[in-house]
Protein backbone atom coordinates (compact mmCIF):
# COMPACT_ATOMS: atom_id res chain seq x y z
CA UNK A 1 0.00 0.00 0.00
CA UNK A 2 1.29 3.85 -0.88
CA UNK A 3 1.12 6.33 1.41
CA UNK A 4 2.51 8.91 4.19
CA UNK A 5 3.20 7.41 7.63
CA UNK A 6 3.31 8.81 10.87
CA UNK A 7 4.70 7.92 14.35
CA UNK A 8 4.10 7.69 16.74
CA UNK A 9 0.26 9.04 17.18
CA UNK A 10 0.51 10.56 20.35
CA UNK A 11 3.62 12.05 21.66
CA UNK A 12 4.15 13.62 25.28
CA UNK A 13 7.64 15.30 26.53
CA UNK A 14 8.60 17.05 28.97
CA UNK A 15 9.23 20.81 28.72
CA UNK A 16 12.89 21.01 27.77
CA UNK A 17 12.72 18.01 26.31
CA UNK A 18 14.01 17.77 22.10
CA UNK A 19 12.01 15.15 20.26
CA UNK A 20 12.09 14.01 16.58
CA UNK A 21 8.74 13.18 14.92
CA UNK A 22 9.24 10.45 11.85
CA UNK A 23 7.56 11.05 8.29
CA UNK A 24 7.72 8.30 5.72
CA UNK A 25 6.17 7.94 2.16
CA UNK A 26 6.03 5.64 -0.66
CA UNK A 27 4.68 7.25 -3.40
CA UNK A 28 7.80 8.38 -4.93
CA UNK A 29 7.09 12.49 -4.35
CA UNK A 30 9.98 14.78 -4.42
CA UNK A 31 8.07 17.40 -2.30
CA UNK A 32 7.71 16.88 1.65
CA UNK A 33 6.08 19.41 3.82
CA UNK A 34 5.37 19.76 7.73
CA UNK A 35 2.91 21.88 8.98
CA UNK A 36 1.04 22.81 12.37
CA UNK A 37 -2.43 23.21 13.27
CA UNK A 38 -3.56 24.41 16.87
CA UNK A 39 -7.28 24.36 18.12
CA UNK A 40 -9.42 26.34 15.62
CA UNK A 41 -6.66 27.53 13.14
CA UNK A 42 -5.82 26.59 9.61
CA UNK A 43 -2.47 24.86 8.64
CA UNK A 44 0.56 26.83 9.23
CA UNK A 45 4.07 25.51 7.26
CA UNK A 46 6.97 24.71 9.67
CA UNK A 47 9.57 23.50 6.72
CA UNK A 48 9.06 22.15 2.98
CA UNK A 49 11.88 19.77 0.89
CA UNK A 50 11.46 19.87 -2.92
CA UNK A 51 14.61 17.23 -3.40
CA UNK A 52 16.86 15.39 -1.24
CA UNK A 53 19.67 16.96 0.79
CA UNK A 54 17.47 20.75 0.63
CA UNK A 55 14.70 22.15 3.00
CA UNK A 56 13.59 25.67 3.03
CA UNK A 57 11.59 27.45 6.14
CA UNK A 58 8.27 28.07 6.16
CA UNK A 59 6.74 31.03 7.94
CA UNK A 60 7.04 28.87 11.69
CA UNK A 61 10.55 27.57 11.68
CA UNK A 62 11.89 28.89 14.80
CA UNK A 63 12.71 26.17 17.16
CA UNK A 64 11.94 23.50 14.43
CA UNK A 65 14.79 21.80 12.63
CA UNK A 66 14.66 19.14 9.62
CA UNK A 67 16.67 16.47 7.64
CA UNK A 68 16.04 15.12 4.02
CA UNK A 69 18.90 12.84 3.51
CA UNK A 70 16.76 10.32 1.72
CA UNK A 71 13.62 11.08 -1.05
CA UNK A 72 11.43 8.70 1.40
CA UNK A 73 11.98 10.27 5.00
CA UNK A 74 11.52 14.51 6.41
CA UNK A 75 11.71 14.24 10.05
CA UNK A 76 11.12 17.19 12.14
CA UNK A 77 12.89 17.72 15.22
CA UNK A 78 11.19 20.18 17.57
CA UNK A 79 13.19 21.86 20.20
CA UNK A 80 13.47 23.27 23.67
CA UNK A 81 13.87 26.45 21.93
CA UNK A 82 10.10 25.88 20.44
CA UNK A 83 8.13 28.44 23.07
CA UNK A 84 4.49 26.24 22.23
CA UNK A 85 5.17 23.26 21.00
CA UNK A 86 1.68 21.17 22.47
CA UNK A 87 0.28 21.00 18.51
CA UNK A 88 -0.98 18.47 15.84
CA UNK A 89 2.03 18.25 13.73
CA UNK A 90 0.93 17.17 9.87
CA UNK A 91 3.32 16.11 7.32
CA UNK A 92 2.44 16.13 3.69
CA UNK A 93 3.85 14.96 0.24
CA UNK A 94 3.37 16.03 -3.34
CA UNK A 95 4.51 14.50 -6.56
CA UNK A 96 6.89 17.62 -6.90
CA UNK A 97 6.47 20.81 -6.06
CA UNK A 98 4.53 23.71 -8.26
CA UNK A 99 1.15 23.87 -7.81
CA UNK A 100 0.61 19.51 -7.46
CA UNK A 101 -1.53 18.27 -4.70
CA UNK A 102 -0.64 17.65 -1.30
CA UNK A 103 -1.41 14.48 0.54
CA UNK A 104 -1.60 14.23 3.91
CA UNK A 105 0.07 11.52 7.06
CA UNK A 106 -2.15 11.06 9.79
CA UNK A 107 -0.50 13.32 11.89
CA UNK A 108 1.18 13.33 15.39
CA UNK A 109 -0.45 14.66 18.38
CA UNK A 110 2.15 16.56 20.37
CA UNK A 111 1.91 17.55 24.38
CA UNK A 112 4.39 18.91 26.25
CA UNK A 113 4.21 19.52 30.04
CA UNK B 1 -4.06 40.53 4.23
CA UNK B 2 -4.31 36.55 4.18
CA UNK B 3 -3.64 34.69 1.45
CA UNK B 4 -6.60 32.66 1.24
CA UNK B 5 -9.93 33.22 3.52
CA UNK B 6 -12.60 31.44 4.32
CA UNK B 7 -15.94 31.79 5.91
CA UNK B 8 -15.79 30.51 9.42
CA UNK B 9 -18.86 29.44 9.82
CA UNK B 10 -19.93 27.09 11.14
CA UNK B 11 -22.33 26.52 8.40
CA UNK B 12 -25.02 24.06 9.50
CA UNK B 13 -27.74 22.54 6.28
CA UNK B 14 -30.07 20.10 6.53
CA UNK B 15 -29.70 16.20 5.33
CA UNK B 16 -30.15 16.54 1.15
CA UNK B 17 -29.76 19.99 1.00
CA UNK B 18 -26.87 21.73 -1.13
CA UNK B 19 -23.90 23.15 0.98
CA UNK B 20 -22.41 26.05 -0.57
CA UNK B 21 -18.73 26.93 0.53
CA UNK B 22 -16.60 30.01 -0.73
CA UNK B 23 -13.03 30.94 -0.24
CA UNK B 24 -11.12 33.82 -1.43
CA UNK B 25 -7.65 34.32 -2.86
CA UNK B 26 -5.32 37.56 -2.66
CA UNK B 27 -2.37 36.62 -5.48
CA UNK B 28 -3.89 36.69 -8.93
CA UNK B 29 -0.43 34.56 -9.88
CA UNK B 30 -2.01 31.97 -7.81
CA UNK B 31 -2.69 28.64 -10.35
CA UNK B 32 -4.26 26.13 -8.73
CA UNK B 33 -6.35 25.46 -5.89
CA UNK B 34 -7.80 22.63 -3.46
CA UNK B 35 -10.60 21.66 -0.98
CA UNK B 36 -10.04 19.50 1.55
CA UNK B 37 -11.49 17.35 4.02
CA UNK B 38 -11.16 16.92 7.67
CA UNK B 39 -12.42 15.13 10.72
CA UNK B 40 -12.29 16.08 14.33
CA UNK B 41 -9.37 15.26 15.07
CA UNK B 42 -7.84 13.48 11.63
CA UNK B 43 -5.26 14.92 8.88
CA UNK B 44 -6.94 16.52 5.67
CA UNK B 45 -7.78 14.40 3.03
CA UNK B 46 -7.63 15.76 -0.17
CA UNK B 47 -11.78 15.55 -2.17
CA UNK B 48 -11.17 18.09 -4.99
CA UNK B 49 -8.71 20.46 -7.09
CA UNK B 50 -9.18 22.84 -9.52
CA UNK B 51 -6.47 24.72 -12.30
CA UNK B 52 -9.01 26.30 -14.94
CA UNK B 53 -11.69 28.89 -14.36
CA UNK B 54 -15.35 27.49 -14.51
CA UNK B 55 -16.69 24.27 -12.79
CA UNK B 56 -15.13 20.66 -12.18
CA UNK B 57 -17.62 17.63 -11.00
CA UNK B 58 -16.65 14.73 -9.02
CA UNK B 59 -20.41 12.66 -7.90
CA UNK B 60 -21.34 15.24 -5.40
CA UNK B 61 -18.62 17.51 -5.41
CA UNK B 62 -18.38 20.72 -7.57
CA UNK B 63 -15.76 22.86 -7.09
CA UNK B 64 -16.23 26.26 -8.92
CA UNK B 65 -13.01 29.01 -9.80
CA UNK B 66 -13.75 32.52 -10.86
CA UNK B 67 -9.98 34.18 -11.31
CA UNK B 68 -11.44 37.28 -12.14
CA UNK B 69 -13.48 37.87 -9.08
CA UNK B 70 -10.94 35.37 -7.10
CA UNK B 71 -12.77 32.98 -5.80
CA UNK B 72 -12.83 29.41 -5.49
CA UNK B 73 -16.26 27.47 -3.94
CA UNK B 74 -17.29 23.91 -2.94
CA UNK B 75 -20.85 22.30 -3.67
CA UNK B 76 -21.71 19.66 -1.90
CA UNK B 77 -24.93 18.23 -3.37
CA UNK B 78 -27.61 16.06 -1.31
CA UNK B 79 -25.45 16.45 1.50
CA UNK B 80 -24.90 13.65 4.23
CA UNK B 81 -24.64 13.88 7.57
CA UNK B 82 -21.51 11.82 7.20
CA UNK B 83 -20.11 15.14 5.21
CA UNK B 84 -19.93 16.95 8.56
CA UNK B 85 -16.24 18.19 8.89
CA UNK B 86 -14.25 21.66 8.33
CA UNK B 87 -13.50 21.70 4.60
CA UNK B 88 -10.25 23.63 4.45
CA UNK B 89 -9.49 25.37 1.23
CA UNK B 90 -5.63 26.12 -0.01
CA UNK B 91 -4.11 27.40 -2.68
CA UNK B 92 -0.58 28.17 -4.59
CA UNK B 93 0.76 31.49 -5.40
CA UNK B 94 1.76 30.70 -9.08
CA UNK B 95 5.36 30.84 -7.89
CA UNK B 96 7.76 27.48 -8.80
CA UNK B 97 8.48 27.11 -5.07
CA UNK B 98 4.68 24.76 -4.75
CA UNK B 99 3.94 25.53 -1.47
CA UNK B 100 0.04 25.93 -0.41
CA UNK B 101 -1.44 28.83 1.63
CA UNK B 102 -4.41 27.34 3.86
CA UNK B 103 -7.77 28.79 4.98
CA UNK B 104 -8.58 28.55 8.47
CA UNK B 105 -11.68 26.36 7.60
CA UNK B 106 -15.09 26.41 7.35
CA UNK B 107 -17.19 23.83 9.67
CA UNK B 108 -19.92 22.06 8.03
CA UNK B 109 -22.90 20.22 10.03
CA UNK B 110 -25.44 18.34 7.93
CA UNK B 111 -27.78 17.65 10.62
CA UNK B 112 -30.59 14.69 9.68
Known amino acids: ?113 | QKEVEQNSGPLSVPEGAIASLNCTYSDRGSQSFFWYRQYSGKSPELIMFIYSNGDKEDGRFTAQLNKASQYVSLLIRDSQPSDSATYLCAGDRGSTLGRLYFGRGTQLTVWP
Not at chain 1, 20 to 28: A, D, P
Not at chain 1, 70 to 79: D, R
Not at chain 1, 82 to 110: D, H, M, V, W
Request: hydrophobic share 25%; proline share 4%.
Open chain 1, 1 to 113: DGGITQSPKYLFRKEGQNVTLSCEQNLNHDAMYWYRQDPGQGLRLIYYSQIVNDFQKGDIAEGYSVSREKKESFPLTVTSAQKNPTAFYLCASSIRTGGSEQYFGPGTRLTVT
